[in-house]
Each structure stands twice: as C-alpha cells, then as structure tokens.
C-alpha cells in the first residue's frame, strides 16, 4: 500500500513525492537546482530539488510543495 507522509521533512535524493503544485508525482534526482529563465522578464530560478516527474519532465520544486510518498508492506 502507498500512503502519503505528512509534510516532507525527510525529503532526499531517490525519494517518490507527490507535487501539490504541479498535482503530479515523481523521483527527487538531485538537491539545488537552478533554471535560466527562458521567457520574457523571467529570470533565473533557484530550487531546493531536482525532480523527474511521471510524465518525463525534469523540473525544480520547493520543499513546501512535497510530500514523501512511503511504501507500506503489510
């Protein structure tokens, strides 16, 4: 069974999170992260994660909007 953890606090490299932003699910990859903003008057971005989304889109999130999905065994 999958359940979702309360608020990130052990979010890590590796770690399934669900994004409450982008309301999707993925892999954490990497810690800080920077994206150059490619649009007219966006600059550049600093995020605390790297993520690998379900639907194959590398992006940054902020801590605040992860939660660690958990694996169950019972």
Known sequence: MVSISPKVGGC???HMVHDYALGINGI???G???EN????GTGII???WL???DDGKLQGADT???QVMINEVR
Do not use: H, M, R
């Open 64 to 66: 605040n909007d992860l």
């Open 37 to 40: 903003g490619t649009g007219f």
């Open 51 to 53: 993520v690998l989304y």
């Open 46 to 48: 600093d995020w605390e």
């Open 12 to 14: 890590d490299i590796g």
């Open 32 to 34: 800080a992260w920077t």
């Open 28 to 30: 954490v990859i990497s």
